[in-house]
Structure formats: structure tokens, C-alpha cells
């Protein structure tokens, strides 16, 4: 199946903005993660398809997954 991914701020440096993958069935959101080197306390908010998930959720195929890291400010 296929899942695009979409990376925001710090977690563009040295990858990509956007990147279709193509993965085994039954794939989660931390699998994604792993491939990509990004562990789960850089995490801000993880989205599929536009909703917030946790990242043990399932992908399906052609899921959009956005992944921001924390976002600060003032």
C-alpha cells in the first residue's frame, strides 16, 4: 500500500517536505517514525488524513500522515 508523508519545520532539515512511501499492510505510525529516526518524545502532533492519531494507530492505503514536531513561540 501506499502512504504519503508530510514533514513540517525542524523535521524537514535533511529529509523532505513530502514523500509517498510504500508499505506492508497492517503499518503503523511509529513504524513510519523508525524508518524516518524520529523518536516519539520530538513528537508534537501527528495527524492521518487531516485528524489527530496516536502514533499505534494503522495506516491505510493512500493515508496522508503529517508529523510536526513541538511548535514554541511567542
Known amino acids: 500500500m501506499e502512504v504519503e ?3 513540517f519545520a ?3 532539515v535533511g529529509r523532505f517536505n ?9 503499518t503503523k505510525i511509529i513504524d513510519i517514525l523508525n524508518i524516518l529516526n524520529i523518536r516519539k518524545e520530538e513528537l508534537g502532533i501527528v495527524l ?4 489527530y492519531s ?3 494507530a494503522n ?3 493512500n ?3 503529517t508529523i510536526f514536531p513541538p511548535v514554541a513561540g511567542g
Open 5 to 7: 508523508v508530510r514533514l
Open 10 to 12: 525542524s523535521f524537514r
Open 18 to 26: 513530502s514523500k509517498r512511501f510504500t508499505v506492508d499492510d497492517k
Open 48 to 51: 492521518v488524513n487531516g485528524k
Open 54 to 56: 496516536g502514533i499505534d
Open 59 to 61: 495506516l491505510n492505503d
Open 63 to 65: 493515508d496522508v500522515l
